[in-house]
Every structure is written in C-alpha cells, then in structure tokens.
C-alpha cells in the first residue's frame, strides 16, 4: 500500500511516519510539505534514503501540483496532519489558516474524488468542541458534543471537519475524522507549550505563563496519537469520527513547575504575562469510543512521558537550536516582548 502523508515534517507527522515505518514496513510513505516555519526537512533524515519513503516540498493549496502527486504515486490512503498548528500565530494573522486548514483540505479531498483513495483521514483536535468550565470536572468531550469553537484556529479546523463530512456525505467519499487533546513528545516546535518552557529553562529564560496558569489540557505522548490514528485509518468505521485522549489532565502552571523541577532550575523563572485573547480554560476528552470499538489506551503515562521528552530536548539540541536562531526570534520578540 501507499499512504500519502501531508505534514510529514512537522511535529506529529514525522512521529507519525516514524511510526509507520517501524510498525507497517510493507507500506510506502509518500509525505508532501509546504516546509513552513514548522517543518523541517532534517527532523525527516532517518527516512530521507528509505526506498519505501518520498518526500514532496508542495503545498497542499497548490491544486495542480498535488493532482499531479496523486497521478503519480496513485496513494490507497490519505491522511492529512498539514495545517497551521498555533493558536497564538492565528490570532495575530488568521488569513494563513483559513487557506491552508480549509482550502487545503477541500483540494485533497478533491484529489482523492478524481483519483480515488480507499480512505481520506483528517487529523483534527478537540480544540474544535470549544472550552468546559474549571469547575464542572465530570463534564468531557465527546464525540456528540457540538462545534463551538474559540480561536480562528480552532475554527479553521471545525470548518475543515464540516467540509471532510460535507465530502462524505454528498460525494460518498470514505473519510474519517480523529479529534485529539494536546500532544507532547520528540520534534514539537517549540513555540508551544512544554518545549518552549523546556528550552527556556535551559537558557535561564523567563517563562511567560499566560494569566494565572490555571487553563487545563489534556495532554497525550505524541505516539500514543501516531497509534490511535494508524487504527483509525486502517480498522476506523468510515464516515466516523474518533476522540483521542487519555485523561491527563494537568493545569498549565502545574506542567512548567514540573519542567522547572526536572531540570532543576529555581521556579523564579516563572513570569505571570498577558493572558491570551478568548483563552480556552479546559480541555478534556471523553476516549471511550476509541477505546470500545477499536481496543486503543494510551501506552505512556504522563510522568514517563515528560521525562522521555526533556531528554530528548536535551539529546536534541542542535535540532531546536537552530529553530529558536531563525524567523522563532522575531516572532518571540513579537508575541512576548511587551506582554
Ligand atoms: P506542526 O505545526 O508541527 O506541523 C504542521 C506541518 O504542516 C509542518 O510540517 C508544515 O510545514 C506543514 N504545512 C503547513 N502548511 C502547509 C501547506 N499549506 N501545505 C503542506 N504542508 C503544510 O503541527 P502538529 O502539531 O504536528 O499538528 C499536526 C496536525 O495535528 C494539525 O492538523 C493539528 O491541527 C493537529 N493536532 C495537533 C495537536 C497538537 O497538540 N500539536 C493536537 C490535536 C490535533
Ligand atoms: P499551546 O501549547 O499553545 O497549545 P493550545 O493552546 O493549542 O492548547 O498552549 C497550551 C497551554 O499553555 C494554553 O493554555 C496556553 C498556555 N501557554 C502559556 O501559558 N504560555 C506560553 O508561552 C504558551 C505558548 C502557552
């Protein structure tokens, strides 16, 4: 089989591809990325010279150009990871989501009607149910609950999950939807949480905790998120959509302690700055469909996981190094520089 990959080099595509060729070798991977500010060709160098790998720089907006990779590689199953990932970015220029998030999925999805695939798999977030209250802990996400979104983020993705169901349901292709709680792991870009505070600390720098820190995640190793769609795609129901998340709930203040302490750097470090615009206060997952119908728990517990993850940010420095040296600079200075 083939399966195309879109956003292959960033975050949860790599582990994703990593995942795939360790566990399905039979398969090809083709991966097409844009290689935005998020994508990075050397976090894919284990698979660069795999003969069962190929890589395509492409956007996923480029209709004629991602036809022509369909024509080509001919891939059984789709499964789109390409977005604009980052709350904060969309909420200072949220043009860029809208193209890619909703416009890019419509033209693979285009290309999957013209070219026929067995399946198209959307990899969306539980950001798109909107937010729970701090004080309602028995109330959780499931499937069933609406789309009522916050940020032009999550609302570009909420827009691509109508538009994946639209597909379905009018042109009958076999598509399906997984909604995860946050991520964590190896090769996560680090304007996001858990690395930024993990490479903050490492250069005994502030680390900007927006408002009180008291917002709640649910957070997941990222390979446990790499298992759950690869079942999704290969055993999920068509038409079906899957939450994805494993009851770690953990507030924000709470996670960054815990960095602080790891690293054994003196929590002084810790500066309380501008909360972000329209802030979502808690996220948490209700998993039991994943769970009952295709047999999917999450293998890594919260305090393996981070442990693993500060390693590997430590292992891994010239890959973040020369992330944080780039265009990360000037959009640091931006985002926080009069918080
Ligand atoms: P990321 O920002 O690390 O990576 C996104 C990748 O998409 C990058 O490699 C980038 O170059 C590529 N890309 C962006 N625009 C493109 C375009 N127009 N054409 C082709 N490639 C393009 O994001 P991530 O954290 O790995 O998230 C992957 C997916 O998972 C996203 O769809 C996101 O909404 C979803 N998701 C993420 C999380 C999380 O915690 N990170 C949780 C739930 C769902
Ligand atoms: P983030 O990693 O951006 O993920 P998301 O907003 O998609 O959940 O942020 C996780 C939480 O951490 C969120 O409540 C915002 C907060 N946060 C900070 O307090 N400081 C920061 O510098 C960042 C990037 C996030």
Same mark, same amino acid.
């Given at each position: 089989? *083939?399966?195309?990959? @879109?956003?292959?080099?960033?975050?949860?595509?790599?582990?994703?591809?990593?995942?795939?060729?360790?566990? $399905?070798?039979?398969?090809?991977?083709?991966?097409?990325?844009?290689?935005?500010?998020?994508?990075?060709?050397?976090?894919?160098?284990?698979?660069?010279?795999?003969?069962? %790998?190929?890589?395509?720089?492409?956007?996923?907006?480029?209709? +004629?150009?991602?036809?022509?990779?369909?024509?080509?590689? &001919?891939?059984?199953?789709?499964?789109? %990871?390409?977005?604009?990932?980052?709350?904060?970015? #969309?909420?200072?220029?949220?043009?860029?989501?809208?193209?890619?998030?909703?416009?890019?999925?419509?033209?693979?999805?285009?290309?999957?009607?013209? %070219?026929?695939?067995?399946?198209? $798999?959307?990899?969306? *977030?539980?950001?798109?149910?909107? !937010?729970?209250?701090?004080?309602?802990?028995?109330?959780?996400? *499931?499937?069933?609950?609406?789309?009522?979104?916050?940020?032009?983020? #999550?609302?570009?993705?909420?827009?691509?999950?109508?538009?994946?169901?639209?597909?379905? /349901?009018?042109?009958?292709?076999?598509?399906?939807?997984? /909604?995860?709680?946050?991520?964590?792991?190896?090769?996560?870009?680090?304007? +996001?949480?858990?690395?930024? =505070?993990?490479?903050?600390?490492?250069?005994?720098?502030?680390?900007?905790?927006?408002?009180?820190?008291?917002?709640?995640?649910?957070?997941?190793?990222?390979?446990?998120?790499?298992?759950?769609?690869?079942?999704?795609?290969? &055993?999920?129901?068509?038409?079906?959509?899957?939450?994805?998340?494993? $009851?770690?709930?953990?507030?924000?203040? !709470?996670?960054?302690?815990?960095?602080?302490?790891?690293?054994?750097?003196?929590?002084?470090?810790?500066?309380?700055?501008?909360?972000?615009?329209?802030?979502?206060?808690?996220?948490?997952?209700?998993?039991?469909?994943?769970?009952?119908?295709?047999?999917?728990?999450?293998? *890594?517990? %919260?305090?393996?996981?981070?442990?693993? @993850?500060? /390693?590997?940010?430590?292992?891994?420095?010239?890959?973040?190094?020369?992330?944080?040296?780039?265009?990360?600079?000037?959009?640091?200075?931006? =985002?926080?520089?009069?918080?």
């Amino acid at each position: 089989m *083939t399966i195309l990959v @879109t956003g292959g080099a960033g975050f949860i595509g790599s582990n994703f591809i990593f995942y795939e060729r360790a566990h $399905h070798p039979e398969d090809r991977i083709v991966c097409v990325d844009k290689l935005t500010y998020a994508g990075n060709l050397s976090t894919l160098a284990p698979v660069l010279n795999d003969p069962m %790998f190929r890589f395509y720089k492409t956007d996923i907006c480029d209709r +004629k150009a991602v036809y022509a990779i369909f024509e080509e590689e &001919k891939p059984d199953l789709v499964v789109n %990871f390409a977005a604009e990932s980052h709350v904060d970015r #969309s909420i200072e220029n949220p043009e860029i989501f809208l193209q890619t998030n909703i416009i890019g999925t419509a033209v693979l999805m285009d290309a999957c009607r013209t %070219f026929g695939v067995g399946r198209f $798999h959307q990899v969306s *977030t539980d950001e798109v149910y909107g !937010d729970l209250p701090l004080d309602r802990p028995d109330l959780f996400f *499931t499937e069933e609950t609406p789309i009522h979104t916050s940020s032009p983020y #999550s609302s570009s993705k909420a827009a691509a999950d109508l538009l994946v169901m639209a597909y379905h /349901r009018t042109y009958d292709l076999p598509v399906s939807l997984s /909604r995860c709680s946050n991520n964590y792991g190896p090769y996560q870009f680090p304007e +996001k949480l858990i690395p930024l =505070m993990i490479a903050n600390c490492l250069s005994d720098k502030p680390l900007p905790v927006y408002g009180q820190g008291l917002n709640v995640r649910d957070w997941l190793y990222v390979e446990d998120h790499c298992k759950a769609v690869d079942l999704v795609l290969r &055993k999920g129901a068509v038409g079906q959509v899957y939450n994805i998340g494993g $009851h770690n709930e953990m507030r924000n203040i !709470d996670i960054v302690r815990l960095i602080c302490q790891e690293l054994h750097k003196p929590e002084s470090l810790i500066t309380y700055v501008t909360d972000r615009k329209g802030h979502d206060m808690r996220y948490a997952i209700d998993p039991t469909k994943i769970h009952r119908d295709l047999d999917w728990l999450p293998d *890594t517990k %919260f305090s393996d996981g981070i442990v693993r @993850t500060i /390693r590997w940010y430590l292992d891994n420095r010239d890959w973040w190094g020369e992330i944080v040296s780039g265009e990360y600079q000037s959009y640091y200075e931006r =985002m926080y520089g009069n918080r």
